[in-house]
């Protein structure tokens, strides 16, 4: 586990061997050593933060980010000072290596990584492909009928206001919710359904540590015979236990949603002792069920939905969710 005294050690040795090296050949083997992007020693402290607790995060992420700032303008300065300074001479040295050589090895271009959001996303899917469910994308553009109308949004209902939602004509709009898919798949599939549906959504909303209006959005569909709320609180609540871990406890408590009835929410005990919400869920109500040309006498089903970024939030301890799209590397390379 990493502690503020390996940190500080880490800074010592650092700084030495810096001063100690005599050519630009040398520097760089101390930079691969401490900042190597595979097996560098501050790289791979970094790796661990995600098993750190919320605590140790908050007192040992700053030195961490600290320390990798020090070796990279220690080794930048350094290097400054090395130029003009001749290069330890040996049997092959880089500058007489033929470059037209084919069998001399390449430089190793720098490899990417998943997205936090997208790899809770591929999680998602990885646990509900488990439980039989396969995942739908559909149109960010949608229409009125299918993001609102069929949904149980009518025409006076809040959510269709034009300071919540960005609409392009009149019955034209950047869907608020992935629901629309929920709708579309339910019209040209015949029950038994088990569906996912992620996919990015809008919404007019104030940037702030918790809200952006353009975010993603995980829903899913099941529709059966003979399905129950017990079932979908079971699914929650293995859901929450293969992604939070084993120990993971949720509560429900009763909610409205237009297109569910009954309508719940769900709430996970967070390390921090705190209930925290994780999605909205329900069984889908038999009006919706009609829409679809679905028949609620024979066919019952339930639904839920949740936002990845918030669950990234809950998982690695992360208090600001613009921090995702900050396009900052220190905190990308976390994950």
């Not at 810096?18 to 790796?47: A, D, M, P």
């Not at 629309?180 to 549906?197: D, G, V, W």
């Not at 353009?214 to 293969?242: C, N």
């Not at 967070?270 to 040309?293: D, T």
Request: proline share 5%.
């Amino acid at each position: 586990m990493i502690s503020s005294k390996q940190i500080n050690d880490l800074l010592r040795s650092l700084a030495k061997e810096v001063s100690n090296s005599n050519s630009s050949e040398e520097l760089e083997t101390v930079r691969i050593k401490y900042l190597g992007r595979r097996q560098g020693i501050i790289t791979n402290l970094f790796k661990e933060i995600p098993k750190l607790s919320l605590k140790d995060k908050k007192a040992l992420v700053p030195s961490l980010n600290s320390l990798k700032q020090e070796a990279e303008s220690s080794i930048e300065e350094k290097s400054a000072s090395l130029e003009g300074t001749p290069k330890v001479s040996k049997a092959k040295t880089v500058s007489s290596v033929d470059v037209d050589d084919p069998t001399v090895p390449g430089i190793k271009p720098q490899v990417g990584h998943e997205h936090p959001t997208i790899k809770v996303i591929n999680e998602i899917k990885e646990i509900f492909h488990y439980l039989g469910f396969g995942w739908q994308d559909g149109p960010e553009v949608e229409f009125d009928l299918y993001n609102f109308q069929k949904l149980r949004l009518h025409k006076d209902h809040p959510a269709r206001d034009t300071q919540q939602t960005y609409y392009l004509t009149e019955e034209t709009l950047l869907r608020t919710q992935t629901s629309n898919m929920q709708i579309r798949y339910m019209e040209n599939h015949k029950p038994p359904l088990r569906m996912l549906f992620p996919g990015r959504v809008y919404r007019r909303e104030q940037i702030d540590a918790t809200h952006l209006p353009s975010f993603y959005q995980v829903e899913g569909l099941l529709v059966d015979k003979k399905t129950t709320m017990s079932d979908l609180i079971g699914v929650i609540d293995f859901f929450a236990k293969k992604m939070f871990g084993k120990k993971t406890k949720i509560r429900v408590y009763g909610h409205h949603f237009p297109y569910t009835e009954p309508s719940i929410e769900v709430e996970v005990l967070h390390s921090s002792g705190r209930w925290l919400e994780i999605m909205g869920a329900g069984m889908v109500h038999p009006e919706v069920l009609k829409n679809c040309r679905i028949d609620p006498k024979v066919y019952r089903g339930w639904a839920f939905g949740m936002g990845p970024e918030r669950i990234a939030m809950l998982k690695y301890g992360i208090g600001d969710i613009r921090l995702f799209y900050s396009n900052d590397l220190t905190f990308l390379e976390q994950f």
